[in-house]
């Protein structure tokens, strides 16, 4: 079965950086686009990166120049590299997998961008 799983989230002041970190299993990883999303309390969830199969990238207008999406298909690993975070970025991050049209979601890790 999929199965994706986020690692990497934390606490870390404003200008700081993290690494997140998505393993999937359970589908052939480098033959799909690979999603990470965000919800913050009280909003919906939104496309933060996307990264296809042949690694085009886009991203949110909110994190461009700031975040860098990219995949290791040996690892079966997306990841999102976040650098001059800042508070608005909090939320719990979420990486996504679209296989034919089903939705696939890992369980999220917190980040929190705070002094």
């Known amino acids: 079965q999929v199965q994706l799983v986020e690692s990497g989230g934390g606490l870390v002041q404003p200008g700081g950086s993290l690494r997140l970190s998505c393993a999937a299993s359970?589908?052939?990883?480098?033959?799909?686009?690979m999603s990470w999303y965000r919800q913050a309390p009280g909003k919906e969830r939104e496309l933060v990166a996307r990264i296809s199969s042949l690694r085009n990238t886009e991203y949110a207008d909110s994190v461009k120049g700031r975040f860098t999406i990219s995949r290791d298909n040996a690892e079966n690993t997306v990841y999102l590299q976040m650098s001059s975070l800042k508070p608005e970025d909090t939320a719990v991050y979420y990486c996504?997998?679209?296989?034919?049209?089903?939705?696939?979601w890992g369980q999220g890790t917190q980040v929190t961008v705070s002094s």
């Open positions: 996504n997998a679209n296989i034919w049209s089903n939705l696939y």
């Open positions: 359970g589908f052939i990883f480098r033959t799909y686009a």
